[in-house]
C-alpha cells in the first residue's frame, strides 16, 4: 500500500518539483495512499509526532471522499489547518513540522496540517540560580513552555509578545516580552531594531543574542541579566524593564539592568529584609575582597612593608621565607592554579568532577605550601577570593570577576599600590560609561538616585519599595499606592 | 583625541618621578630599634637592631653597630654589612643617649619627621646613659626587641602612669608656641626594659627629669586626662592605702584680669577606688581623710613640679600656650618666662566613689 519517496511528477500546475530538494534528506517521507480519491503525504519524520498524523489525519483522510481540500479541511479535528500553494511557504513549515497532504485530483494545492513533536525536558530545579525558598521552577527549552511559566504568573492583558525569526539557518524564534501602558516604549523600541537588525546566519543560544545586542562589546560586563528564573522575569516585567526569550534556549534576558542587580540574588526577595540587606552586603564586601585582595597582597608584600601590622610580620616573613619567589609570580602560579581547578572542574562529567575538589584541595593546598612553593598566607588569600566570586548569584558576573583580577594583579606588581588604585580608577570609570539599553549601568550609584537605593546595596520591606526604579524611565512610576501608617500605638496586651 | 588620551595617561604613569624601590619583605631587614650615641668626633654611633624572625614566635636580634654623620647615613652603612638592605620604615622605637639629648634632638629628628615612610606614632626615648648598651647583647630575648619596648610603653601609657607620648606628640609640643616637649627615659635592669622616668626638653634640648612613680602621675594628671594606675601611699595614721584611679579629669581655666597677673587654675577631678588598707575598718571619716590627704600630697607635689619646670624653664604643661588661646595679639617673647609672668593655681579634688565589699 505504501509507496516509498521517489514518485515525482504528476505533471500538472504542480508544485510536488518545488520539493524535489526536500526529498535529497533521508528522513523526508512521501508517498502516495491508493484510496478514493488517492492523496499524497509529505513529512518530516523526525520533525512531526507520529501519533497525531496516524490517529488524527490519516484516519480521517483515508476515510473521506470528498475531492475538495475545503471540505477536507472541515473534516479534521485538528485546529491549524492550511490550505495553500505558496512552495516557499509550504516548505518553511514543513520545517516546522507540518504535514502537507495533497489530493490526487488537484497537484496545485495543498493542505498543510500541524502535528509537529515537542522534544521538551521537564521544568525542573534551577540549578544556576538554586534557591531554597521559593519556587523551585525553571526555563527549559520550549519557547512554549517558557511563555507559559511566564503567562501563568502574569494573566494580564498589558504583557505584550513580539515575534522575530533571526538566523539565516537556524530560524531561531526569539520573542520580546514587555508590559504595555508600563514598560517605557524607548527600552521596547531599542530591543526591537537591534533584534531586527541582526543578520547571522545561526543563533545557538540567548547568549550570542546578548552579545549581538550589548551596547558596548568590549566590555566585559554583562549588560543584559541572564536569568533562568520565571518568578526573577515576571518580577522584571512588572518592574518595567524588557524581556527577550527564545527558542531552544532555558535563560532568557532581561534589560535595562545595573550592576548592582547582578548581586541580588532572587532568594533575596522570600527572606526578611534585614536578613537579606544583610546577605547582600556580605555579597558585595566578598566580591571587592575577590577582586582587590591578592593584588594588594602582591603590592604590600613588594613594596609598602611599612604598611604593615608589627604583629604580622612575623607570620608573612617566616612563611614567604623558604618561597623562592618574588610575590607576583607566586600569586599568578595560584591564580592560575585555582583557574585550572575551576576549568577541569566545569569540564568534567559531574561524578569525575568530585574528585577534582580533592586533588585541588590536597595536592595544591598542602604539598604546594609543604614544598615551599607558596606561602600560607596567599594561599589563604587566593582561596577566599575564588570563594567570593562563586557568591554572584548570576553566573555571568562571576566570570567578569575572575577576570578583572589579572590586571590589577599586574598593575599592583608594577606599581604598587598606586597602580591598584589607576587600574581601579579605569574600571570606574568604564563602567560608569557604561549603558544597558541606554540605560546608566552603575545607577544607583552614578547617576545617584537615592529612591532605588531601596533596592540596591540593601532590600527595604515590600511596603517601602512602593516606585518602579527611576532609571527604566517606566510609564508608571508608581507600583502601588504607599500604604497609610497606623501610628496609633497598641499595647500589647490589648 | 584618543592617541592624546593614551599618551597623557602612559605619561603620568611612565614619567612619575616616584620611584618606587622594590622591597619584597623577607628580602630586606627591618630595622626596629635604633640607639644614637656620640661617637668620635662629628659622628655619631648607632646601634641598630635587625630581628630575625625564626618562626612567628621566635626571634633572634641582630644587631649592627656604625658610625655616620647623618641618621639615615646609619642604616646604609648598616647595609653593607647586613645580607639585605636595611629600611627604616618599621622602625619602633628611637633612643637617644643622654649626651645627645642635651645638644639638640632636632638635628637627628628632622630626617625621621620628613620621611613618609616612617610612622609619627613612633616612640623616641632618652636613654638613662648610653643607648648602645640598651640594644646590643640581647641573646636571651626570643622576641624582637623593638616590639618589645614599643609594648611596654603602650602598655605604661594605658595602664600606667606615662603621659601619651610619640614622635607625633614630640614634634606638636616642639612646634607648638608656649609649649615645651617631654620624652620618657628607658633603662636596661637585666634584660628588662623599664620606664626610668620623664625628661623635660626646651626647644629639642634636654633640661631636666623626674622620676617614675608618684611625681609621674601628678605630671599626667596636670597634663591630661586619663584613667588607671594604682597609687599606694602612707596615712597620718600610719597606715597604707592604696588608691587605683578610675578616672581623672583635667580642665584649665584662664582669669585675665586687666592690668593685674593673670591666673591660670588647673583643674584636676580625680575619681577612686580605695582597693586596700592596712587599717582595721574604713568609715565614711577615713575615706574622708584619706582623699583630703591625696589632694593635699598631690597639690603639693605640683607645687614642687612647677617650681622645678621654672627652674629648668621649660614649660611641658602649655601654660604660654593657655594664654595664647585666650589672647589676642600674643607673642611669646613677652611670656617668658612663663612663670613670672602668671599665677598657677592648682585645684584638686579627690573622690573616692567605693571601697568595695567590707565586712
Not at chain 2, 616616584?18 to 668620635?40: A, N, P, R
Not at chain 2, 645638644?103 to 628632622?110: A, H, P, V
Amino acid at each position: 500500500m505504501l509507496k516509498k519517496r521517489g514518485k515525482g511528477s504528476n505533471n500538472k500546475i504542480n508544485i510536488l518539483p518545488g520539493l524535489e530538494k526536500l526529498k535529497e534528506s533521508a528522513d523526508f517521507i512521501h508517498y502516495k495512499n491508493d484510496g478514493n480519491p488517492g492523496f499524497y503525504v509529505n513529512y518530516f519524520k523526525s520533525l512531526i509526532d507520529v501519533d497525531i498524523l496516524h490517529r488524527d489525519i490519516l484516519r480521517y483522510v483515508s476515510k473521506s471522499t470528498t475531492k475538495k481540500l475545503s471540505e477536507l479541511k472541515n473534516e479534521l479535528p485538528i485546529e491549524v489547518v492550511m490550505e495553500t500553494s505558496d512552495v516557499e511557504f509550504i516548505t518553511d513549515k514543513i520545517f516546522r513540522g507540518f504535514v502537507f497532504v495533497q489530493l490526487e485530483n488537484d497537484l496545485s494545492n495543498g493542505l498543510l496540517i500541524r502535528a509537529e513533536k515537542h522534544s521538551v525536558r521537564d521544568v525542573t530545579i534551577p540549578e544556576v540560580e538554586y534557591s531554597v525558598i521559593g519556587p523551585k521552577e525553571s526555563f527549559v527549552e520550549s519557547y512554549e513552555v517558557n511563555l507559559n511559566l511566564i503567562r501563568s504568573r502574569l494573566p494580564d492583558s498589558q504583557l505584550r509578545l513580539k515575534q522575530y525569526k533571526i538566523g539565516s539557518l537556524s530560524r531561531s524564534k526569539v520573542g520580546l516580552l514587555y508590559m504595555d501602558g508600563l514598560t517605557n516604549q524607548e527600552n521596547v523600541e531599542t530591543v526591537n531594531q537591534r533584534l531586527e537588525d541582526i543578520d547571522i546566519d545561526m543563533l545557538n543560544d540567548i547568549s550570542n543574542i546578548a552579545e549581538l545586542i550589548s551596547d558596548s562589546q568590549l566590555s566585559p560586563f554583562p549588560q543584559l541579566l541572564d536569568t533562568e528564573r520565571p518568578d526573577r522575569t515576571c518580577a522584571a516585567l512588572a518592574e518595567g524593564k524588557v524581556v527577550i526569550l527564545m527558542d531552544r534556549s532555558p535563560h532568557v534576558l532581561l534589560g535595562p539592568t545595573s550592576l548592582i542587580e547582578f548581586f541580588s540574588s532572587f532568594e533575596d526577595y522570600y527572606i526578611h529584609w534585614i536578613l537579606a540587606s544583610m546577605f547582600r552586603l556580605i555579597r558585595l564586601v566578598a566580591v571587592i575582597l575577590s577582586i582587590v585582595a591578592t593584588p594588594i597582597y602582591v603590592a604590600v608584600l613588594t613594596y609598602h612593608h611599612e604598611v604593615l601590622p608589627q604583629d604580622l610580620i612575623g607570620t608573612l616573613v617566616t612563611s614567604r621565607r623558604n618561597v623562592p619567589f618574588p610575590p607576583i609570580l607566586e600569586a599568578i602560579i595560584l591564580e592560575l592554579t585555582i583557574e585550572l581547578l575551576r576549568e577541569a572542574g566545569a569540564r568534567l562529567p559531574t561524578k569525575i568532577g568530585q574528585t577534582i575538589g580533592i586533588v585541588g584541595g590536597i595536592v595544591i593546598g598542602t604539598a604546594a605550601v609543604q614544598a615551599g612553593l607558596t606561602s600560607n598566607i596567599l594561599l589563604i588569600i587566593v582561596a577566599l577570593s575564588a570563594l567570593g566570586s562563586f557568591t554572584t548569584p548570576i553566573y555571568n558576573i562571576g566570570n567578569t570577576i575572575r577576570l578583572i583580577r589579572f590586571p590589577l594583579l599586574i598593575f599592583g606588581s608594577l606599581f604598587g599600590l598606586l597602580g591598584v588604585v589607576i587600574c581601579v580608577v579605569f574600571i570606574l570609570a568604564h563602567l560608569i560609561q557604561l549603558t544597558s539599553l541606554g540605560r546608566p549601568y552603575m545607577e544607583p550609584i552614578y547617576p545617584f538616585r537615592f529612591g532605588d537605593f531601596r533596592d540596591a546595596i540593601v532590600r527595604l520591606t515590600l511596603r517601602e519599595r512602593n516606585t518602579r526604579p527611576v532609571y527604566l524611565r517606566t510609564q508608571k512610576p508608581i507600583r502601588f499606592p504607599e500604604p497609610e501608617k497606623d501610628n496609633k500605638s497598641t499595647d500589647i496586651y490589648e | 583625541m584618543k592617541r592624546l588620551a593614551i599618551l597623557s595617561i602612559s605619561t603620568l604613569l611612565f614619567l612619575t618621578s616616584c620611584f618606587l624601590q622594590e622591597e619584597i619583605v623577607d628580602d630586606i631587614s627591618m630595622v626596629t630599634v635604633i640607639g644614637f650615641d656620640k661617637g668620635e668626633g662629628e659622628k655619631i654611633l648607632a646601634t641598630i637592631n635587625v630581628p630575625f624572625h625564626q618562626s612567628n614566635i621566635e626571634v633572634i636580634n641582630k644587631t649592627y653597630q656604625t658610625e655616620a654623620v647623618f641618621t639615615k647615613d646609619a642604616t646604609d652603612i648598616g647595609t653593607s654589612k647586613s645580607d639585605t638592605p636595611m629600611v627604616i620604615a618599621q622602625n619602633e622605637v628611637l633612643i637617644f643617649s643622654k649626651e645627645l639629648a642635651e645638644e639638640n634632638l632636632m638635628d637627628y629628628l628632622d630626617s625621621y619627621q620628613r620621611d613618609p615612610s616612617i610612622s609619627t606614632r613612633l616612640f623616641v626615648a632618652v636613654a638613662e646613659d648610653k643607648s648602645a648598651p640598651l640594644i646590643a647583647r640581647n641573646n636571651s630575648i626570643n622576641q624582637d626587641i623593638g616590639v618589645l619596648i614599643g609594648k611596654m610603653f603602650r602598655n605604661n601609657i594605658e595602664r600606667n602612669f606615662l603621659p601619651q607620648t610619640n614622635l607625633h606628640l614630640f614634634l606638636y609640643d616642639y612646634y607648638q608656641p608656649g609649649r615645651d616637649p617631654f620624652l620618657p627615659i628607658i633603662s636596661k635592669d637585666e634584660e628588662q626594659y623599664q620606664v626610668k622616668g620623664i625628661s623635660f626638653f626646651k626647644g629639642a634640648t634636654y633640661k631636666g627629669e623626674i622620676e617614675f612613680g608618684y611625681e609621674t602621675m601628678v605630671f599626667r594628671q596636670l597634663r591630661e586626662s586619663f584613667s588607671h594606675g594604682a597609687y599606694t601611699f602612707e596615712t597620718k595614721d600610719q597606715e597604707w592605702a592604696s588608691i587605683q584611679n578610675v578616672s581623672s579629669k583635667k580642665s584649665v581655666d584662664v582669669v585675665l584680669p586687666p592690668g593685674e597677673k593673670p591666673t591660670i587654675k588647673i583643674n584636676v577631678k580625680m575619681n577612686g577606688f580605695l582597693r586596700e588598707y592596712s587599717g582595721e575598718k574604713i568609715e565614711e571619716k577615713t575615706i574622708k581623710e584619706i582623699s583630703k590627704q591625696m589632694e593635699d600630697s598631690i597639690k603639693e607635689k605640683s607645687t614642687e613640679l612647677l617650681g622645678m619646670f621654672e627652674e629648668w624653664g621649660v614649660d611641658p604643661l602649655g601654660l604660654g600656650n593657655e594664654i595664647r588661646k585666650n589672647k589676642r595679639g600674643w607673642k611669646e617673647k613677652e611670656w617668658e618666662p612663663i612663670y613670672e609672668k602668671v599665677n598657677v593655681d592648682v585645684n584638686i579634688n579627690v573622690t573616692i566613689k567605693e571601697t568595695g565589699v567590707t565586712s
